[in-house]
C-alpha cells in the first residue's frame, strides 16, 4: 500500500485543521480582473471513523517486510520496552500476591 494513502487516511481519521481561501475579482474599468476581497479561514475537519477503521485494515495488512531498517529499529525498542515494562509490573504483582497470601496464611494460623 502506498505510504501516502496511509498518511492522507491517518490524517483523515485523526482530525486535522487547514486554511480556507476564498476570495472576491471584479473588473476593473480597463477590464482586467482585479482581486478586491481575500478572506482566510481556518476550518477544522473532525476525526473519520470509517477513515480510521480503513488505515486500521491497510495497515495491518503490511507486513514486516515493508519497514525500514529504522522503523524496525523503532519498532524493536518500542516492544522492548513494553516487555520491561509489563515484566516489572507482573513482578509487582506476583510479589503482592505472595504477600497477600502469606498474610492469609498467618491470620488462619492465629
Not at 11 to 22: F, L, P
Not at 61 to 69: A, F, I, K
Not at 98 to 108: L, M, P
Request: charged content about 35%; proline content about 2%.
Amino acid at each position: 500500500m502506498d505510504d501516502e494513502i496511509l498518511k492522507t487516511l491517518l490524517k483523515k481519521a485523526t482530525g486535522y485543521s487547514r486554511d480556507e481561501v476564498q476570495e472576491e475579482y471584479a473588473v476593473s474599468g480597463e477590464g482586467e480582473m482585479v482581486l478586491v476581497k481575500r478572506k482566510v479561514t481556518k476550518k477544522y475537519y473532525p476525526p473519520d471513523s470509517t477513515a480510521l477503521k480503513t488505515y486500521l485494515e491497510l495497515s495491518q495488512d503490511r507486513g514486516v517486510e515493508e519497514l525500514s531498517d529504522e522503523q524496525l529499529a523503532k519498532e524493536k525498542a518500542r516492544l522492548l520496552a513494553e516487555l520491561a515494562s509489563s515484566g516489572k509490573k507482573s513482578a509487582a504483582v506476583a510479589k503482592s500476591v505472595s504477600a497477600a497470601k502469606r498474610k492469609g496464611v498467618k491470620n488462619a494460623e492465629s
